[in-house]
């Protein structure tokens, strides 16, 4: 969760390094430093996002070729100056920064306390830090063999980047759960948690696979794993380009990626989906077709918002393949001891392909021999890596922490896999294929008509900024959307807001409902139509505040409702790709209105890397 940058060679490093501190600030906005060598280590840290600790080091001196910063999301330890990384050992030797959570800390705190050790943090960070140092000068052995025989009794995730005051050119470097990726140059290396802060530079990348250590130099990288036998580095090309990662002259991330979605929906389907000639070519998916259909049963797994993909994953293929699906979040999943059986398909979904709980649960799963099929859009990350097949979602570096972008591209994925597997097994019609594969092929024109409600759903936000609570209602395909526009409500402008199947909303939430509160419904026209209407007449018979998203010649839930966003007709099965880029919009637009800043929320980070 939070974003690690390092840099040795001939630049200088401080530039190098707070830019892609910067860069990866949505990994986590609690607190920032940078740990510089130049006679000696110098730490410069801040609570606050990074511009404060920019504000901070000036007029400090700088200069050094090797530096590491780190951008934090709090685990250990309150956001502060003190608990922020990096951290320097005990003996001033070693600087240290470190994504993820050591889970048997505390045990070895005692033991180096008895040993005379103090700390200055609370930080598990810290206690990592001292063991090596510990190690190192116990053994009298070289830095890498003290952070190899150190990682062999930790418990927990890590990414770690280490710098030795003696050695002015080598960073250390480790990861197990946590991501890793080593961009190399001519005659130096930038090391992050993802590519953001390398493109700039070279597009040339070695992910760092877990329990591997990496031996940085300007002109020389090492890999090697916990028993000293070395690797050799796969050298991968970055598919990505500099403007993919800057605001190209939107206010915010998010914003931006709301209103790429018509040509990333399109990058998704480009090259897969041909409606013309009725195909749909995904080389992963069909290397297994037969497997997965003949598979007893489906488990979607995934957390936040790729959960609800998964949730509208469910209804397709059940109602196309009709092949069961549960879909389970990935953190009850991976401790319930779930039934996995050998030949059982799992389909793993993830934006970052870095979800800690996501990847404990498929590691679980395929050593049961299970199927695993992931749909992740980071090329290179670890869910990708791990997976037998999948399919990316060629949406595009998502920088704004509330996932717009990402979600629609697990949308048009999926949607195509339960597509394809229908026509594998025979459980669709030619006809319903061919008008589902062109319905689909129509969305990313959909979505551009429907950005241009962009204004008006803008003044929307302005009237109900003001609410304390909010419902969002739903059926069928619908009901996963009003979950998801609820979670972005929640994430973006801190309003209390629940998505609920339309009809439950009688089971409990009804009591909620006053002229005070606004009730979203999703109400495009489907097979439950009739029925959200009817809940619909519901909520305004006490007083409650209907917004309706409805589809365009729906001529009896504009008399219903207080406020209506028109959408384009769509099949209910496509619908989804659609409802949900209006609640975006409005998520957004409160959020701005309430003056929060949208790209970074509070107690948020894009990539959930521990548990």
């Known amino acids: 969760m939070c974003g690690i940058v390092g840099y040795t060679g001939h630049r200088e490093a401080y530039p190098v390094v707070l830019k892609g501190l910067k860069r990866l600030e949505y990994r986590g906005y609690d607190s920032s430093g940078v740990a510089l060598l130049n006679g000696g280590l110098k730490v410069y840290k801040k609570k606050g996002k990074v511009a404060e600790m920019e504000d901070a080091v000036v007029g400090k001196d700088l200069h050094s070729h090797i530096g590491i910063g780190h951008t934090r999301w709090a685990t250990h330890g309150e956001p502060s100056d003190r608990n922020a990384h990096p951290h320097l050992s005990q003996s001033g030797d070693i600087a240290m920064i470190h994504n993820g959570i050591i889970e048997n800390y505390a045990k070895i705190k005692t033991e180096l306390v008895s040993k005379g050790y103090t700390f200055k943090s609370d930080t598990d960070t810290e206690v990592l830090l001292n063991f090596i140092d510990d190690i190192k000068k116990n053994n009298e052995c070289s830095l890498e063999e003290a952070v190899r025989i150190a990682l062999r009794r930790i418990v927990g995730a890590y990414c770690i980047l280490l710098i030795h005051k003696d050695d002015p050119e080598t960073i250390i470097?480790?990861?197990?759960?946590?991501?890793l990726v080593i961009g190399i140059g001519k005659g130096e290396h930038f090391l992050a948690s993802d590519a953001s802060p390398i493109i700039e530079y070279t597009k040339e990348v070695v992910y760092v696979n877990d329990y591997e250590i990496a031996i940085v130099k300007p002109d020389e990288l090492i890999l090697k794993n916990l028993g000293n036998d070395k690797q050799t580095p796969f050298i991968t090309k970055l598919d990505m380009e500099l403007a993919a990662i800057e605001k190209g002259g939107y206010d915010h991330f998010m914003l931006k990626e709301i209103f790429e979605q018509?040509?990333?929906?399109?990058?998704?389907?480009?090259?897969?989906?041909?409606?013309?000639?009725?195909t749909i070519t995904m080389s992963g998916i069909e290397k297994y077709a037969e497997q997965i259909i003949q598979a007893g049963r489906i488990i979607i797994i995934a957390c936040g918002t790729s959960w609800h993909a998964g949730l509208v994953a469910e209804y397709i293929i059940e109602e196309l393949c009709r092949i069961p699906v549960e879909v389970e979040y990935a953190s009850e999943f991976r401790y319930r001891n779930p039934i996995v059986n050998k030949g059982d398909v799992i389909i793993a979904i993830s934006q970052s392909g870095e979800t800690a709980d996501t990847l404990v649960a498929i590691e679980n799963a395929k050593e049961k021999g299970a199927i695993i099929l992931g749909i992740v859009n980071v090329v290179g990350s670890s869910i990708a890596r791990l997976s037998h097949a999948g399919a990316y979602t060629h949406a595009g570096p998502e920088i704004g922490v509330a996932s717009t972008k990402a979600f629609t591209g697990q949308l048009a994925v999926l949607m195509m896999v339960a597509l394809k597997l229908a026509q594998v097994k025979q459980t669709i019609t030619a006809e319903r294929y061919t008008s589902l594969c062109k319905e689909l092929a129509e969305v990313?024109?959909?979505?551009a008509d429907i950005l241009k409600l962009d204004e008006h759903i803008q003044k929307l936000a302005e009237k109900y900024k003001d609410a304390t609570d909010c419902l969002f209602l739903g059926r069928g395909y619908n009901f996963p959307i009003a979950l998801e526009g609820a979670l972005k409500l929640k994430e973006i402008s801190y309003i209390h807001a629940e998505g609920y199947p339309a009809a439950e909303m009688k089971?409990?939430?009804?009591?909620?409902?006053?002229e005070h509160l606004p009730v979203v419904f999703v109400a495009t026209k489907d097979s439950y139509h009739e029925k959200v209407v009817s809940n619909m007449q519901e909520i305004k018979a006490r007083k409650g505040k209907?917004?309706?998203?409805?589809?365009?010649?729906?001529?009896v839930s504009p008399t219903l409702a207080d406020d209506i966003i028109v959408l384009p007709p769509a099949d209910e099965i496509i619908a989804p790709l659609l409802t949900t880029i209006p609640l975006q919009l409005l998520a957004y637009h409160i959020g701005i209105a309430k003056g929060y800043d949208v790209d970074k929320p509070r107690n948020l980070a894009k990539s959930v890397t521990v548990e």
């Open 173 to 179: 470097a480790a990861r197990k759960g946590s991501p």
């Open 507 to 514: 089971h409990g939430p009804i009591a909620l409902v006053d």
């Open 546 to 555: 209907v917004i309706a998203v409805i589809t365009e010649g729906d001529t």
């Open 444 to 447: 990313p024109d959909k979505v």
């Open 262 to 278: 018509p040509q990333t929906i399109f990058d998704c389907l480009r090259g897969r989906l041909d409606a013309d000639k009725g």
